[in-house]
T-cell receptor, first 111, second 112 residues
Framework: GQQLNQSPQSMFIQEGEDVSMNCTSS?????WLWYKQDPGEGPVLLIA?????ELTSNGRLTAQFGITRKDSFLNISASIPSDVGIYFC???????????FGKGTSLLVTP | NAGVTQTPKFQVLKTGQSMTLQCAQDMNHEYMSWYRQDPGMGLRLIHY???????DQGEVPNGYNVSRSTTEDFPLRLLSAAPSQTSVYFC???????????FGSGTRLTVV
């Protein structure tokens, strides 16, 4: 599969702070997806991006599809304790079926 | 509730045993896939299917077999379990390529 570099690997923040994470690839992707995984559960889709430059929000979450189509960013504003979990980026090539996943960003939020 | 259902949730196997992980979805999705998740490795694609009767290999297919006889079901077979197959397995489905995938809650497999 295609290598996706997701950073940071982990974040430890206080409630109310904003969070930023990103994902980069050496390949051009047609679709970028952001998932959140809670302990013992499967990943849940947060935001899907389909066009270069696209900026999409879902409540306090905002994600962008990079202009080069090789990167994507996820921001969480005013974090709350239930934001705790692992966030994964995933990209899909123009051709092919597979979703290529980053290794995840582990987010911890203290009250 | 609509979604992807995986069974069992937990399983312990002895080396060399075979078993089938079940996956069913009730959303009439054409695309289904199996991923494994290992610490520090993210999710890696094992096998996928773009419709009933059509399957193909993903990134890490060795030691696994799949078939898709109906739209709803996509079982994953471990032919001869090995300790390296200890992992958490996720099934996912999608209405079409490029759309967000819905994941099941996973099967945690330990091979001893």
């Amino acid at each position: 599969g295609q290598q996706l570099n997701q950073s940071p690997q982990s974040m430890f923040i206080q409630e109310g702070e904003d969070v930023s994470m990103n994902c980069t690839s050496s390949s051009i992707f047609n679709t970028w997806l952001w998932y959140k995984q809670d302990p013992g559960e499967g990943p849940v889709l947060l935001i899907a991006l389909y066009k270069a430059g696209e900026l999409t929000s879902n409540g306090r979450l905002t994600a962008q599809f990079g202009i080069t189509r090789k990167d994507s960013f996820l921001n969480i504003s005013a974090s709350i304790p239930s934001d705790v979990g692992i966030y994964f980026c995933a990209g899909q090539l123009t051709s092919g079926y597979a979703l290529n996943f980053g290794k995840g960003t582990s987010l911890l939020v203290t009250p | 509730n609509a979604g992807v259902t995986q069974t069992p949730k937990f399983q312990v196997l002895k080396t060399g045993q075979s078993m089938t992980l079940q996956c069913a979805q009730d959303m009439n999705h054409e695309y289904m896939s199996w991923y494994r998740q290992d610490p520090g490795m993210g999710l890696r694609l094992i096998h996928y299917s773009v419709g009933a009767g059509i399957t193909d290999q993903g990134e890490v297919p060795n030691g696994y077999n799949v078939s898709r006889s109906t739209t709803e079901d996509f079982p994953l077979r471990l032919l001869s379990a090995a300790p390296s197959q200890t992992s958490v397995y996720f099934c996912a489905s999608s209405m079409d390529r490029g759309y967000g995938y819905t994941f099941g809650s996973g099967t945690r497999l330990t091979v001893v």
